[in-house]
């Protein structure tokens, strides 16, 4: 295996790519975070606003316009029925105290290097965590047809 320096043009290409789809993935940049919110209910001097709900770690997840729900990139909690009072880092601390972005409850701005990386070394094992629960739960279910086929057989 070589050193990223040692890379081709197309293997850093591959690998860049690769990086990109899984920050686009996982929404670990506030930007991507912010355009998750295209028809957000409230504007931007409410409490609630695209800005404060992406700074306090939501990217918006719900799939119609009358679904407000956001969740946390990093903890995954979902949260919706939003309004216009509520402070976004008080409901994710409310909902979630155990969040890691929560207990640093910084923005990415003011986070360091070492906090940042942290935090997606965290966020990446979470993430593929579900993935294998997935499908862990998947195997089972197939699992279980096979049995039931099987049982249905013997007479
Ligand atoms: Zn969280």
Same mark, same amino acid.
């Given at each position: 295996m070589p050193a990223i320096h040692e890379l081709s043009a197309e293997e850093m290409k591959r690998a860049s790519n690769i990086v990109t789809t899984l920050g686009d993935t996982l929404?670990?940049?506030? $930007?991507? &975070?912010?355009?998750?919110?295209?028809?957000?209910?409230? +504007?931007?001097?409410?409490?609630? @606003?695209? *800005?404060?709900?992406? &700074?306090?770690?939501?990217?918006? @997840?719900?799939? @119609?316009? +009358?679904? +407000? @729900?956001?969740?946390?990139?990093?903890?995954?909690?979902? *949260?919706?029925?939003?309004?216009?009072?509520? +402070?976004?880092?008080? $409901?994710?601390?409310?909902h979630s105290a155990n969040c890691k972005f929560v207990q640093m409850r910084r923005s990415e701005d003011d986070l360091t290097l070492e906090e940042f990386l942290d935090l997606c070394e965290h966020i990446i094992k979470q993430f593929l965590t579900n993935q294998f629960r997935k499908k862990e739960a998947a195997f089972i279910k197939r699992i279980e047809k096979i049995r039931d086929i099987l049982k249905s057989q013997q007479y």
């Open positions: 929404k670990i940049f506030e $930007e991507l &975070r912010i355009k998750s919110f295209e028809n957000w209910q409230f +504007d931007e001097n409410e409490k609630c @606003s695209v *800005l404060e709900m992406a &700074r306090a770690g939501f990217y918006y @997840s719900g799939n @119609s316009k +009358d679904d +407000d @729900s956001a969740i946390c990139f990093v903890c995954g909690k979902v *949260l919706d029925g939003w309004e216009n009072t509520d +402070d976004p880092w008080m $409901e994710h601390q409310k």
